[in-house]
């Protein structure tokens, strides 16, 4: 008996590493951005960088904040608003530039728990933030908190409806990025959004082709990509996905004043008759 309830406790406790963390402790977005400097990812980031140079420059405010993709500040760079909040749950050598710099400010904070105040964030990026983390919805429910009334939520994601999404159904059990991600469905996405009153202004996807490094490859089944971006235009591997945080509108109530009670006037013949009767028989009784 005592060797069962030892058994217990062990198993009860809590895990050291996260699914998305390596026992050598590198953290899952580490492997993101090796991932990203790959001719792959190099690849796959223009395409990204293409829809959101022509999303962010239509965003306006005062605060950005920016979630993953920390070690890319290019990503977020055509946005008109000056000061960038780049949000890692760990300090890397890399991000101590961007630190010192006066229009950018790094927090170091756990993405379920920003260190940041609620309704101040104009536009939050979310450069797969989703995909590598074992409470996305929490981590949505978190910037949703942050960001204003009229602000803008934009987010990036790998999209199990593609290709890519495929592959993955045979590599899910890798370790390797992009294919250890959670893959989630731009539709849930937009499901959490409505259910934390985001208005879903639009989603875009791009990369369409093969997950390949090979150009004869790619060139091959160029036609393949060609007639999903066409008529299949929602299953390319990567998602952009823009959202607005709905105001709150009241309507006003007047309040109830008091009022003085209106006197309604009509005639009293027979009173004033009587009154003037009883008033005669007084004087004759004098």
């Given at each position: ?35 990203y400097k790959t001719s792959l990812g190099c690849k796959v980031f223009e395409e990204e960088k293409t829809v959101l140079d022509q999303v962010l420059p239509e ?203 209106s006197l309604v006037s009509f005639p009293l013949k027979g009173l004033a008759g009587s009154t003037s009767r009883n008033s005669l028989n007084r004087t004759d009784?004098h």
């Open positions: 008996m005592a060797f069962v309830s030892c058994t217990e406790r062990v198993m009860a406790l809590p895990r050291l590493f996260s699914s998305f963390q390596s026992v050598h402790g590198q953290h899952s977005h580490d492997l993101v951005n090796q991932w965003l306006f405010g005062y605060h950005l904040m920016q979630l993953g993709g920390s070690r890319l500040p290019q990503l977020s760079a055509s946005s008109p608003i000056k000061h960038r909040i780049f949000v890692e749950e760990h300090l890397a050598e890399e991000l101590a530039g961007n630190a010192e710099d006066q229009q950018h400010s790094l927090v170091l904070s756990r993405v379920t728990e920003l260190a940041v105040a609620t309704d101040s964030i104009d536009v939050a990026v979310l450069h797969h933030s989703l995909d590598f983390h074992n409470d996305p919805q929490g981590i949505l429910r978190e910037v949703a908190r942050t960001v204003m009334p009229g602000g803008e939520i934009v987010i990036v994601g790998f999209n199990p409806w593609s290709w890519w999404g495929g592959i993955r159904l045979f590599l899910k059990k890798s370790s390797r990025c992009p294919w250890n991600g959670n893959f989630l469905s731009p539709y849930r996405v937009s499901d959490w959004l409505n259910l934390l009153d985001f208005q879903i202004e639009g989603c875009e996807c791009v990369c369409y082709g093969l997950p390949t490094e090979n150009p004869k490859v790619t060139k091959a089944f160029s036609w393949v990509a060609g007639l999903a971006k066409r008529w299949l235009s929602q299953t390319g591997a990567i998602y952009i996905v823009v959202a607005t945080k709905r105001v709150a509108t009241f309507t006003p109530i007047k309040p109830k004043r008091f009022r003085s009670p009784r």
